[in-house]
């Protein structure tokens, strides 16, 4: 077959070394080869080229083939070593295959080495060859790892095999978690029948894709985009499933409410239409009932067109609604202090309410101006004031305040609705039954009320939405059942010019200094804005998607976390249990709590978890600097 052969020869007879090459021609060989009796001999011939195989003599005068194998194991330990020898006996041979050579002859009888080489040099392709895939799938891996997006590999039963980086950091499962786990039991908790249609697509057409409802480690809902692929083998048979989930959660949520500013903007459009018709038919019976009170005299009559007059201007009214909802009322607008405003109303309810009801007035020391119409604005005002007195039929505290704000990119990242810019927010929040998250993005939808009928329209809310955002302003609600409800309405503000004076220099934001702060928010668009905002300004930050987690992250950064900022309303874990627990590792730890409700704050006072400072929700980048800066500084 004369077969290319290139073999370095570690012997020192020229004679036993032509019967190595005499065996090797015989068994088809072609042998390009170079004799060496000596180690340094042996390196300098390594260096010059590569080598197929290796023959060594066991026994040299100032070598051996044992330490030859070593200078081999050392510079090429793929190339197949293997050792002949006039008389070696079985202990000997043994050891030299313990350390490291493929076979080993004896030189009466060189029959074998052809075919031993054939074998080694097959063995030695296949592990190249091993080595080489392995190395391709090492190189796969780390470049699925850095991918942005979840990326899993499952067996034909939906059990796991692959689970990379993005993964861990989607599902809050470990690869070693998740690994051998059916992903139908780890990602929906149970069984879930929508899959079987996915399965036979991709068993007939070898690919799926659609949007799924999962549920992560911390038991978050997450709204992925997956995208399944059938993995046959060389054959074409199925071997595996690959999947890439992408998260759409934050997505899914703003297109929510773009859909529902449409819906609104829809209705409202329809409800203006409505109104102009309504108003049409009831103004002729408005006429009418001045003339049919002079016709009929006896008291019957008059009660029924009492009863009529009265139903009339109600329906009146609640057309007035409509189209304050759907146009938002045109008005004369005009530059308006909102201390005044909110003093009248504390005067009417204060009239009205009940006693057991306490009203609380507070005001920012040189609160800015806004522009609007006081009648509008009184009525949405009025409007939170009567929802708040509804919610707390046994009494209770409704506080009334105004500050000014100035909101930054940051806040603005947190809600779709706000611009960077100068505010003035006024809240009214208050101590009652609190509104179900079930039904919280409902309550600004019109004719939408959990009152009894007749006690309410479902107007009431969404008038004075409609009215605040016709000013460029928006609202925000937080509620916690049992707890009550916090409305922060934000009016753009009207901020004079300050006179020319020297030119000076804003206050610099406090900076960190490498500090490191762990984040504990459910939200992760909270999350990771916070985080970017810290790292921006000198923190280095850990971020924690829940209770369970922060506490875990904390107890391996002991030494290293200087403050916790933390939600006060997490699922799984809540804030007054997250901080009990951290508490028990470390009760000097700094801890600042945050939450949309102001009612959270008492809730950590009451739950005997002292914390070092309440952050509001939404914040801005300042608030959150400034707030940290103070509580760092705290002996």
């Known amino acids: ?116 080489i054939g074998r080694e040099l097959a063995e030695a392709e296949m592990r190249r060859s091993r080595e080489k895939a ?33 993964a861990e950091r989607l599902y809050g499962w470990s690869a070693e978690e998740a690994i051998e786990r059916l992903a139908e039991e780890l990602l929906f908790g149970k069984t879930a029948p ?77 409800a203006s239409g409505i109104a102009h018709d309504l108003n049409n038919v009831l103004t002729p019976v408005l006429l009418a009932l001045p003339i049919l009170e002079q016709k009929l005299s ?29 146009r938002g009322l045109e008005g004369k607008h005009v530059q308006l202090q909102p201390r005044y405003l909110i003093k009248e109303i504390k005067k009417m309810i204060q009239e009205t309410f009940p006693k057991s009801i306490e009203i609380v007035t507070e005001f920012h020391k040189n609160l800015w101006t806004i522009s609007g119409d006081a009648t509008q604005l009184e009525q949405v005002l009025l409007n939170l004031c009567v929802n708040a007195r509804d919610a707390m039929p046994n009494g209770g505290l409704l506080k009334i305040s105004a500050e000014n704000v100035v909101l930054d990119e940051n806040y603005v990242r947190m809600n779709i609705d706000a611009k960077v810019g100068s505010y003035v927010m006024i809240t009214v929040s208050d101590t009652g039954t ?30 004075a939405i409609a009215i605040v955002k016709s000013y460029g302003g928006f609202v925000n609600v937080y509620s916690e059942v049992g707890e ?58 850990l971020g924690a998607q829940d209770g369970t987690e922060a506490v875990a992250l904390y107890a391996q950064n002991i030494q290293e976390v200087q403050v916790v900022l933390t939600d006060m309303r997490m699922p799984y874990m809540d804030g007054v249990a997250t901080i009990r627990a951290l ?24 739950s005997g978890v002292n914390v070092q400072a309440f952050l509001p929700k939404p914040y801005t980048a300042e608030r959150l600097l400034r707030l940290l800066h103070k509580v760092l500084k705290l002996k």
């Open 1 to 116: 077959m004369n077969i290319p052969l290139r073999v370095l020869i570690v012997e020192d007879s020229e004679d036993d070394t032509l019967l190595l090459l005499r065996a090797l021609r015989h068994g088809g060989y072609n042998p390009q080869y170079e004799r060496v009796e000596t180690e340094k001999a042996m390196k300098a011939a390594l260096d010059r080229q590569g080598w197929d195989v290796v023959i060594a003599d066991y026994s040299l005068p100032s070598f051996s083939g044992i330490k030859a194998l070593e200078v081999m194991k050392r510079r090429e330990p793929d190339v197949p070593f293997i050792i002949v020898s006039g008389a070696i006996g079985e202990d000997l041979a043994v050891g030299a295959m313990k350390a490291g050579a493929q076979d080993y002859l004896m030189k009466d009888n060189l029959t074998r080495l052809a075919p031993a």
């Open 134 to 166: 392995q190395e391709q799938i090492r190189q796969q891996a780390a470049l699925l790892d850095i991918a942005q997006d979840a990326i899993i590999v499952q067996d034909l039963e939906g059990r796991i095999c692959f689970w990379n980086k993005s």
């Open 194 to 270: 929508q899959m079987d249609g996915a399965r036979q697509m991709l068993a007939t057409q070898g690919e799926w894709c659609g949007e799924l409802q999962q549920i992560a480690k911390s038991g978050h809902e997450v709204t992925v985009e997956s995208r399944w692929k059938l993995i046959r083998d060389e054959k074409g048979h199925p071997r595996s499933i690959f999947v890439v989930n992408t998260d759409i959660t934050e997505k899914k949520k703003l297109e929510a409410q773009f859909l529902r500013s449409q819906r609104l903007e829809s209705i409202g459009t329809l």
């Open 298 to 326: 006896d008291d019957s009559g008059k009660r029924i067109l009492d009863m009529v007059e009265t139903s009339v201007r109600r329906g009146a009214d609640i057309v007035k609604q409509v189209l304050a909802f759907g």
């Open 434 to 463: 609190g509104i179900p998250e079930g039904i919280l993005n409902k309550i600004f939808d019109p004719f939408f009320t959990t009152k009894e009928v007749g006690k309410g329209t479902g107007l009431g809310l969404s008038t």
């Open 484 to 541: 009550g409800t916090c409305f922060k309405i934000y009016f753009p503000a009207i901020v004079k010019p300050e006179p020319k004076k020297k030119a000076t220099k804003l206050p610099k934001l406090p900076t960190g200094n490498g500090e490191l702060i762990l984040v504990v928010d459910d939200e992760v668009s909270i999350r990771e804005i916070t985080q970017e905002t810290l790292e921006s300004f000198g923190y280095r930050v």
């Open 583 to 606: 508490r028990k590792i470390n009760p000097k730890l700094k801890i600042i709590t945050t939450s949309g409700l102001t009612a959270s704050r008492k809730i950590a006072k009451a």
